[in-house]
C-alpha cells in the first residue's frame, strides 16, 4: 500500500470520479478549515493513476460571505461531468474568525456541467425541494446514471440546530440539467448517503444516523422511489462511507472511522450485493489528529484500488490535506 498526499493544505471531502479515458478527477474544498471560511471546491485532475495531480477547474466560484463545500459528482449520461454543491452563508474571509453554524445558513444548491472535464463549467440552480420539508436540500455523495437520461443523486436535510436529519434520493429525467421527483430514504435522521444500484431498479443506501453516528443500510427494488430498512452496518463513530464495484462484481465501502485514538479509514467488502459485509480493514490511522474520513474509491483498469480522504494532519504532517492510499484488494481480504 502506497499512501501519499495528493492536494496539500486544504480541508478535502473529496469525491473521485473516474473517466471513460480512464483519466481521475477529484473534487475538494479548497481551504484548510472545516468550512471555516469564504472557499469553494475545486476540481483536481490525474492521468496517471493518481501519482500526480493538477488543478483542472472550479464548479462554482464563491459569492462575498459565502462558500461552496458540499458536493455531489458524477457523470452524465451523455458523458458530461456534473458537480452539484451547496454551502453555506456568513462565512469570514480567510484567516478571520467564523460564526458557529448555528448562526448561519444553507445555501440552495446549484448544478455545475462541465463538457470538458472539469476545466469549464455551466452553473444554473438546482432549484428542487422536498414538499412540505422547509429545509434546504444538501447534495452528497456520487451521481448515478439509472438508465437513459435518469439521474440519481443523494440529498439531505437537517434542521437549524443539527439535531434532526433526513435522507432523500432526487431524480433528474433530462441528464441532470433539472431535477424534479425524489424518493424518501429515511425521515428518521439520517444524511450522508452512499447510494449504489446494481440496476435501474434495486439499489442499496448506506445512511450516517446523526444521533449515534453509525451506518445504517436500506434497499430498494422501484429505483429508489421506496426504500426498507435492511440492516445496520457498522457501530457508532464509524461513518460516512463510500460504495464502488470492483472487477468481478463484487462491493467495496469505504468509511471513516471517527473513534478517538483510532481515527482514519477502514474499508469492507460484499460478496452478495451488500446483504452482508466483512469485517472492517484498516487502511490508514490518523494518530491523535480529530478531523479526517469521508472516503471515495475507485478502482484503475490494472485492478489497485485508489481511496482518497481528508485529514486536519497526522504526526508527520500536522496541517489539512487530501491524502490517497494506492492498495489491492488482496492486501487488506
Known amino acids: 500500500m502506497i499512501k501519499t498526499i495528493a492536494v496539500d493544505h486544504v480541508c478535502g471531502w473529496p469525491n473521485l470520479t473516474k473517466l471513460p479515458d480512464g483519466g481521475l478527477l477529484s473534487a475538494v474544498f479548497n481551504h484548510p478549515s472545516h468550512g471555516l471560511a469564504e472557499a469553494e471546491v475545486d476540481v483536481y485532475r490525474s492521468d496517471d493513476g493518481g501519482a500526480t495531480w493538477r488543478y483542472r477547474g472550479t464548479p462554482a466560484v464563491h459569492e462575498p460571505t459565502r462558500n461552496r463545500m458540499n458536493v455531489a459528482c458524477g457523470l452524465t449520461a451523455n458523458g458530461d461531468y456534473l458537480v452539484i454543491a451547496g454551502g453555506w452563508d456568513n462565512r469570514p474571509k480567510r484567516k478571520e474568525d467564523a460564526l458557529p453554524y448555528r448562526e448561519c445558513n444553507r445555501l440552495p444548491a446549484v448544478i455545475c456541467r462541465s463538457a470538458d472535464g472539469g476545466a469549464t463549467f455551466a452553473v444554473s440552480d438546482f432549484a428542487y425541494s422536498i414538499p412540505g420539508n422547509e429545509h434546504v436540500l444538501v447534495p452528497y455523495g456520487d451521481i448515478f446514471v439509472l438508465g437513459g437520461n435518469r439521474l440519481a443523486c443523494a440529498c439531505y436535510t437537517v434542521t437549524k440546530d443539527m439535531k434532526h436529519t433526513q435522507s432523500y434520493v432526487v431524480f433528474s429525467d433530462d441528464d441532470g440539467r433539472t431535477w424534479t421527483d425524489h424518493g424518501v430514504i429515511s425521515e428518521r435522521n439520517h444524511h450522508e448517503t452512499a447510494l449504489w444500484f446494481h440496476d435501474s431498479l434495486n439499489g442499496i443506501a448506506l445512511c450516517r444516523q446523526n444521533a449515534t453516528d453509525h451506518l ?20 457508532a463513530g464509524i461513518h460516512p462511507a463510500h460504495i464502488t464495484q470492483l472487477q468481478g462484481g463484487d462491493l467495496l465501502m469505504t468509511c471513516g472511522v471517527r473513534i478517538r485514538n483510532l481515527w482514519g479509514i477502514a474499508a469492507a467488502v460484499s460478496k452478495d450485493g451488500g446483504a452482508s459485509w466483512s469485517r472492517l480493514a484498516a487502511i490508514c490511522n490518523f494518530g491523535h489528529m480529530s478531523d479526517g474520513g469521508y472516503p471515495a474509491t475507485v478502482q484503475l483498469d490494472d485492478g489497485q484500488l485508489l481511496t482518497h480522504y481528508y485529514a486536519s494532519g497526522v504526526p508527520f504532517h500536522e496541517r489539512y490535506f487530501v491524502g490517497q492510499a494506492l492498495w489491492r484488494r488482496e492486501e487488506l481480504f
Open 216 to 235: 445504517d443500510q436500506f434497499v430498494t427494488s422501484d429505483g429508489g422511489k421506496t426504500w426498507t430498512f435492511q440492516q445496520m452496518v457498522t457501530c
